[in-house]
Each structure stands twice: as C-alpha cells, then as structure tokens.
C-alpha cells in the first residue's frame, strides 16, 4: 500500500461542505484511476487519466471534480455531497503500455461519510 | 454488463480447507486479474492470467481460465486466518487503454 498513498483516511462532511480527497503514486506510473465502493456494488470507476489526461467520466455528477496536476497526483474534489455519497473512495495507478496487461496499485481508500 | 461476476459471494471454511472462488464474465478479454481486499482498505493484486493460458500458480494459490465458457477460478490451498478478505475477479474486457471491470466479490472467511 505504500506504492499508493490517499489523504484523508476518514473524511466526515455536511452536506454544504466543500473537501478534496488526495492521491499520490509513487510507483512512476503514467495512468490514475478513481473508484466508488459502496456496500454490496461491485467497484465503480469514476474517473480514468493517462498522462495526466482525462479518458473516462463514467457519468459521474458534477459535485464530484477531479484533477490530475501531473501523473504522479490525482485529486477528488467534493461539493454539496448527498448521503448517498459516502462509501470508501479507492485511487489506483497503473503503467499502461502497448498491448499490456495493466495490474493496477489501489491505494488504502478513504472512508468518506456524509452527514 | 462487462464486470466479472465472483460466485459464491460469501464463503466460510475451516483453517487448513482449500476454498474455491469462481469468475464469469461475458466479453472477450486480454487477461484476468484476482484482487483481495481486506475490510475497509484498497485492493492488492494476486495474480494474472493472460487469455491464451489455461492455468498458473502462485503460491498457495491457483488460478484456472477457460476462455469458451467465459470463467475462472481462483483456489487457495492450506487455507489460514490471514486469508479472510473479499476476492475480487477484474477483466480488462479487451481494452488496451487500462481499464478493468470488476465483480461484487467473494468474502471469503477462514475460521481458526
């Protein structure tokens, strides 16, 4: 876990409030990826980036910002959350190369609870 | 839908008992990839078996592919406390830009 490092472990927010959640990958990966865990769901890719790039917005709200200043660094940026938000947050990265395959590096997640 | 489906979703077995986790998926795919995750913490990588192999070992643990029915199977052998986590099949679903599909998972218990 130490390859992938998110801050803060545990957030608890209002519902008004505005937070960011931080990544960084220390492994000189070029791709970074966000996820959703809820309960019982399968994981949720939220957000991809390669070379600091945004390849994927699997339709998430626009309460929930990314931003990639450079592939080392990824950052979730959170505004007026719903309940319904909170769940563990999961960075990961990757060294995508031609052809493959892609094992992905999870951070330990951030335990996100809104109030 | 592209994820891996796990089967069972729980699991609970007797320390030293093999467990057997299974993956089903419905698109082609460059290769399989078995994560587990301990409670509350980030998913660590286990193994990778590309689509033109049929099996492969590491460790204790064994991972089979049969590409024409479209699953997999991840077996732990010799089973300990330390195994209890949730097992998680993840598919690149053909994809060559880094993307995986992941399942609901297994959780998987070892009782001492």
């Known amino acids: 876990e130490t390859g992938v490092t998110q801050t803060p472990r545990h957030l608890v927010m209002g519902m008004t409030n505005k937070k960011s959640l931080k990544c960084e990958q220390h492994?000189?990966?070029?791709?970074m990826y966000w996820y959703k865990q809820s309960a019982k769901k399968p994981l949720e890719l939220m957000f991809v980036y390669n070379f600091k790039e945004q390849t994927e917005n699997n339709s998430v709200p626009s309460r929930f910002s990314p931003e990639c200043p450079n592939s080392s660094h990824l950052f979730l940026h959170l505004h007026t959350l719903q309940p319904e938000d909170s769940a563990l947050y999961l960075c990961a990265s990757s060294q995508v190369t031609s052809g493959g395959p892609y094992e992905q590096y999870f951070g330990p997640g951030t335990r996100l609870t809104v109030t | 839908s592209q994820q891996g489906e796990e089967d069972p979703q729980a699991l609970s077995i007797q320390e030293g008992e093999n467990a057997t986790m299974n993956c089903s998926y419905k698109t082609s795919i460059n290769n399989l990839q078995w994560y587990r995750q301990n409670s509350g913490r980030g998913l660590v990588h286990l193994i990778l078996i590309r689509s033109n192999e049929r099996e492969k070992h590491s460790g204790r643990l064994r991972v089979t592919l049969d590409t024409s029915k479209k699953s997999s199977s991840l077996l732990i052998t010799a089973s300990r406390a330390a195994d209890t986590a949730s097992y998680f099949c993840?598919?690149?679903?053909?994809?060559?830009?880094?993307?995986?599909?992941f399942g609901r998972g297994t959780q998987l218990t070892v009782w001492p």
């Open positions: 492994l000189g990966h070029n791709a």
């Open positions: 993840a598919t690149d679903a053909g994809s060559t830009l880094g993307r995986l599909y």
